[in-house]
């Protein structure tokens, strides 16, 4: 069976990368969940964005540079097309006229995906559609913790006179019970804020906050080492990509200097193993201020990188349980 | 005084183009109406926009290319900045997360302009934005005879479920009664459109309706005839930029091929002198799509050429008047 | 079953056009071919290339603006998914490093679409793909009449001392029996020439040869006149881009000044109307070199008008069967 | 002799035109005149330029993208590189931080080539530098004809306070008498002026002028004659881009919109056979705006055609020379 | 008072960064100097520039994308709006056409904000106009020690044959006496040079030359170390964009790569706290080779940095004098 | 003779940068290889690329950005100019129809380059060009050391069924006998690859192999020592620009995140001071991915160092020598 798995993954080397429909990594595009481990899920609003708009053409983008992604990832040692089960499962409804029904058009559109217990790996979109994406998610797996690695907190209360932006999600996914700020934590927050306070409201809603700063202070390794003691229980991973600097990640709509460098991403993002994560997004992916793709490239890297972490997770469960078959007299 | 005038505008022989705050054409930025006799209004709004975004920042742009403008204008044999004293009046409000919200507030920023007895030259934004500025002209001039040179009729009734959209503002206008559809004129309308009856359901709501092919056929003059038949008393002139060719007009949020050339969109907007022009727009420029800045040059010189209308109409007036004077015993 | 037809095609009023995957209009991708009428062919080789590069992301870029296309066309008054059923058939196998077992993979490929009675829509690719295009169409329908409309005649002999590349398809054609060159015309030739007897050539071999400057001098109604007199049969019209100005068409791989405007090529496109196409291509679209997607939205608008002229052909058989099933006793 | 002539020039069926140093069409780069009909030369300064920089990149990139130009040009029915032994003779010096001296810098390279009978095709720069290599040229021929497409006289006194500037030239050359206004013509002037006496200037220089839209009331024909009327005896042809629309040429300084097509521009060029025309320049190319090379392509074929008119002389001047040969007992 | 201070900046909370004229961070433009304690003002001038122009658009740009920047900089922990008043004094007048008249220029327009007391915040510009600046703040201050982060010495003692260049300023300003050498220091010089001697000719003008070598070995707590060891008395900052690799400030002149990381530059910046720094620039942002920006928002963000580097000042300041204040009896 | 080597180089303070003839560093062409110590060779072909093509226009712009290069590198304390005679020898002859031809094609064209004894500075062309250079290069010096910077292995055994690609050159290397794995090392391999064993067949093929990671972990200077530790006897250099970050070198084929920045890079090619190096290529340079030209820039500056490599060489051999002849009695 793992054969025809692997099956469904058009080999780079008869099939050329820049043929076919663009689906996520060329994989088959079908709502019919049966068996999937993993779902690519796009969600192409950006509705929500107070500067540069354009991440509704993240997913579009992301699935289309996903094409170079290959089956073996060296850097976590996993085959993930080997392991799980992955289809594009397309994109959520959205309205592009009204973010209120947008979001409840995503909750919906996510929620049979997580009900069939597959991992939705999301694709945005502005920051904003990640809360409706942890209401679906939280309705199976109770209060999440989560890993958010951002430029901006994105816990203010209101924005432009409303509760609902990209600006706001989490502090709304605190107080609807969605995300339990205790058990979560913000990473690479950097650049000018709006009040002095900004960073002590999120850390009042119960976040913990590691800046940029701290995290060129103490180091990758001990930046996932307070990630790891904070997220306990089913995890939920938001990966704003202008957590990366701009001359890495150009193509976003709130570009903050100062950011990370790609080396540095994949190693915090990789450095997640072990999190028990249920889903995952990666947002503000705008393709019309990118240039040679190279934003929408590092973004498909990092959900690739997010699915070996689930590859791996899916391989230590089978190996124990041969391993319990093989005891059993 | 009219010495006075004309200093207000830089002159490019000694203070380069490139040089200064970007105003429209480096005019005084100011919100202070007294005297003034045309006010630009930008009106950064691109949340009504179903495809491309980008419109939010058409104002910006073009007024940082207005700078290639100058004083005399041969083909209308006329010196704008001579004969009216014209202000960039900034931006109106706008909220980029609700609609709504944004067309009460760009309503309640023109009506001051309106009531000054200014001539508003609006600068969009995307064309979900003539619906609040229409509102705010009609009430001082009473139903308003619409112009408008478009690929699109945007008159439908509901576009996403939303009856505020870029696609639905002439409909609604011709609603609420701030539109006088028998006295309106939509010219260089083309393209795929979702149902067949769509250009019935635009002439059902009492517009005339002139195709891009049709102008292809009639001819430019035969099709300002029938403009000018048809539009009498106050005339609200509304440009959506992808009237233009996508060749001549790029950076735009749904382009249509087979549109008008630069030179004909010229000869329409001159050829309009005559119309009792109360207020204008030109919207739809989405400067990310741009290249060369080629589309907000353009839409830079059809507001010019619009205030170029209004100095002709001043200067006629005044002639008039002086012709009057004389005639006195 | 119409209604059934029509509803394979997403209501841009309600998903919006940019989400969901991109195949072309957003119609299923299947390779299926039970019931279908018109297949959407993606070809993306440009191994053919002697100048830029790129065509072979034509077929992902055509596929993504196609987004743009609604279900009524008013120029020619047809739904065209009313009247047909018509599905993304995905790409072709290609072999970036071969162009002679690409050419093999091609005409493998096509085999069946053409075999199923449908009508093939290809995307290129550089014009080197329509060779093995039209092995596999004539060998349902005889020799073809081509319908040319070019920059270059594509008839030397040799390109590089080689036999294939996107300069001698249709020598090759002719010499293989699959073009009846006297029943063939190219249209919109033009630029400078490697050799002063190109053109005569490319009559030598049996061509109607109209150049650039001869449609201007014609017009387009007497060049269409031309095209209907000398194309009876069975017709494969190839449209290579660059006929088109590259104002109009910037993005193609080798762009000659002077072209058609993009309403030229539209009215020539239009007025195919009564010719008995059996397939089609639109070639040399090379997205690298393309800015605003203006050269593959204006494809993507040739490919559909293409499709719209075949749902015409199928809508005057139906009306005429009905006629017939009436006029029985 | 000829058939050297002609190997000098690289076959694109052999070495592609991507490959090799990037002179113009690939020919001899060379300072040596001897035997020389047409030198191409290259003016990379923009220092007069008033508002987008860049035409120092000019000449470079004309020369990369001329190597798309092929041995014959079926629109003049001539193959230049058979009659004419071209050269790419380089650069003139230039000094960018100082008009006054690059000014001397190009006359004085210039020198060599007018004085050695070779016709000096040069390709800007900003039009500044047509005024130095107007009087170079006229050093040998005396004063000039001058034909002009522009979208702007340069003709203005003083810029910036600045009697050499690209917006003075032609003033100053008539001043200095390297002009003949009387003979001269300026054909595309457009768009807003400085001072509504700007064009009357032009004229009381005695040059005539025919405005874009004069060119679009009389047609391409009767301009050419009006040009063949004015311009007798030893012509200077200057072309800035400008002339031609953003659309296409959008890589410029000054963008006018309204400008002629590609097919005006081809055609009025191609119409100047018969003139004797004794030196050329192309300016106001800016590549940094451009996109798609689509400006320096169209500049590149502009130069080519006027070569080919210095070809159809030569051989028109070899046939009647061959004629009278066979007459002599 | 610091209430209607801080009132000046709009809340990007209530009114959107993309809307509003393009003044630096939206604050007033005014060339009213009362109680101004910083007056951001572009030097719009590239006729010092050697090889890619583009400068004299770099203070449009900057103030456009400034639109970013906040109210609090939690890297240096204050609010510099609430500390400081801020306006945009817009350009100095130029002229394109000369160096020395706009070195003049530059110096007279800075003059006045100097007298005033305000610090002058510049934005270039290419690296010609710091000489001018310098100038005018050294009349006041006196001999100025000179903190220069730039890929380039830029003490050649002519360029092209003149002594005004982007080349030459520092060496012309030590010359003059405007900046004393022996307090000055240079960091991140590399790249390639044309004479051995360069980096011994700036040393022997007595500048401190931190190659970016010796940065990487030294670190930035070392290198900072030694510009503070160095910097004595007012200090003039000049911020040579080019200091930075092209991978995070492609749009500049004459781009080296191997240079700064934003994350560094950063803290270069902010360590020059304690410094008495009485002027700056921010020079060679050349927005046409720029892309999604990047250049132009890091550069605001140092602009910022500077402006907060000034605002701590203030405050200690004003926390001694309370302090003082309150020991009084 | 030394100063007449100097003064082939154009003085970059008398000619601008960006004038002239666009050689590698504007230095002469010619084919002429007597006493010619450097040949900068350009091989425009990139019909083996998988992905994203346009390699084939790497050798032009890396030429025209080399301008920016001058005479001392004070990183590696030489002045190559001064040291070595350098010619541009133009490019390869390549037939871009055909894979197998172009290989012979480039043999054929380096040999006498190689018997000529001038150390060939090639410049791609997608990595497949690099098995023909070895194939010329090892004709003179026998196996050869490769050290190899890079992001893939390429050494698959066959791609697209293919035995010649930019996928497998160095496997065909080996094998042929051109290649002496055991002295060759590859650096900087890093992302997914098609095979779990894809790393260990090239370790089987006796690459030593030190993956990105690997350069994470242990530094440059380690780094550099396992590849002296390797590269003995005469070594060729290949240097895949994508072993550079897609922040540093969007401009290629198939990008890679997580590369070296250029500092590392710089250094890397810097420490191989010692090695014998006999040839070099820098390949997989696409520009029209590229943006700002900082790819090419990047590019031209690693081929300048590995030309310093190569003074210090000849240096320090020219110091011995006359150390000797001073100790002669």
Redesign the interface.
């Known amino acids: 069976m793992e054969a025809e798995m692997r099956s469904q993954f058009p ?13 996520f990594c060329r994989l088959p ?1 079908t709502r019919d969940l049966q068996d999937v481990d993993v779902a690519v899920v ?1 969600v ?1 609003f ?9 991440a ?2 993240g ?2 983008k992301i ?2 540079v996903s ?9 976590q040692d996993v ?1 993930p097309f080997h392991w799980l089960r992955i289809v ?1 499962y ?2 959520t ?7 209120e ?1 947008t979001h409840a058009l995503i909750e919906a559109d996510l929620d049979p995906v997580v009900r069939a217990g597959a991992f939705p790996m999301c694709l945005g979109g502005d920051h904003s559609v990640s809360l409706p994406l942890l209401r679906a998610v939280a309705r199976r797996y109770g209060p999440l913790a989560l890993v958010q690695f951002d430029a901006h907190p994105d816990t ?1 209360n ?5 509760r ?2 990209h600006a706001t999600p989490f502090r709304r996914a605190v107080e609807e019970g969605v995300v339990d700020a205790r058990r979560s934590i913000q990473v690479g927050i ?7 306070t ?2 002590e409201d999120a850390r009042a809603l119960g976040f913990a906050v590691v ?3 701290d995290v ?1 202070r103490l180091g990758i390794t001990e930046t996932l080492h307070q990630v790891h003691e904070r997220a306990s229980g089913p995890v939920y991973l938001t990966l704003d990509i202008d957590a990366v ?4 990640a ?2 976003t709509g ?6 990370f ?3 540095e991403m ?1 190693a915090l993002v990789r450095g997640l193993a072990g999190l028990e994560l249920v889903a995952a997004d990666v947002v503000e992916v705008s393709p ?7 934003t929408s ?2 973004a498909a ?1 990092l959900a ?1 990188e997010v699915i070996c972490l689930v590859a791996r997770r899916r391989r230590s469960v089978s190996a124990s349980r041969s391993a319990n078959e093989e005891q059993r007299p």
Chains 1, 2, 3, 4, 5, 6 share one sequence.
């Open positions: 080999d780079g080397h008869r099939i050329p990368r820049f043929a076919g429909i663009a689906t595009h796009g192409p950006d509705g929500g964005a107070s500067y540069r708009p354009g509704r053409y997913p579009r699935r289309e094409a170079l992604l290959r089956e073996y990832n060296p850097a085959e594009d397309g994109d409804a959205v309205n592009p006229a009204s973010i029904e203010w209101v924005h432009f006179g409303r609902y932006t950097r650049g000018p804020l709006p009040h002095a900004d960073l800046s940029a700063d060129a600097d701009p001359a890495y150009p193509g709130t570009p903050e200097v100062g950011g460098t790609s080396r994949l019309p201020y990118d240039h040679g793709d190279i490239i590092l890297n690739y």
